[in-house]
């Protein structure tokens, strides 16, 4: 990868379009990346993401029952979290994908509670062109998730179909 990588390319005099997402020939196996801003989760993100789910399980949103649990409060949802986690890694390791491939050893390491504040980082594992399409290619991340406090809250891998370079529907539109 280039020494940095750029998030502005220059689209006229003093005029600068913001960039987001890496191409195929940027990842490099290695290479991690802090993905930033954080984010606090709130009650109403846990008890929002049960109702949307249908998650019917007491300890995310009946603080009563949860307060007779070894936890003493409500547990936010861990799809929530995967998908927050996620969500934040967008930007770079995903921008620019055709389709996410799957997600695999995702585990759950530690609690998350509303007020937690999380971050995450990814990884590149790997990545290979495609066989059956030519102008993508097949890159693999592990995404770890952390609160303010530095604590690993979950870990996962995903694989994703990239765009290389000149081929993205961003670049044949001028976009």
Avoid: C
Avoid at 44 to 60: A, E, Y
Wanted: net charge positive; aromatic share 10%.
């Amino acid at each position: 990868m280039e020494e940095t990588v750029r998030a502005y390319r220059q689209v006229g005099p003093k005029r600068y379009r913001e960039i987001s997402g890496l191409y195929y020939e940027d990842f490099e196996p290695g290479d991690t990346f802090e993905h930033r801003p954080g984010r606090t989760i709130t009650n109403t993100d846990n008890i929002w993401m049960t109702l949307l789910t249908m998650n019917t399980q007491q300890v995310h949103f009946d603080a009563v029952y949860a307060a007779q649990t070894e936890w003493k409060k409500m547990l936010v949802d861990s799809t929530f979290t995967l998908a927050l986690l996620t969500g934040m890694s967008v930007r770079t390791v995903s921008a620019k994908a055709v389709a996410n491939l799957g997600w695999d050893k995702v585990k759950a390491t530690h609690p998350v509670f509303a007020g937690d504040t999380l971050y995450a980082e990814s990884t590149v594992l790997h990545k290979r062109e495609s066989k059956s399409r030519p102008t993508q290619g097949i890159v693999t991340v592990a995404t770890r998730g952390v609160n303010q406090d530095g604590r690993g809250v979950m870990s996962f891998e995903r694989t994703m179909l990239v765009y290389k370079r000149g081929h993205s529907p961003e670049q044949a539109a001028n976009y």
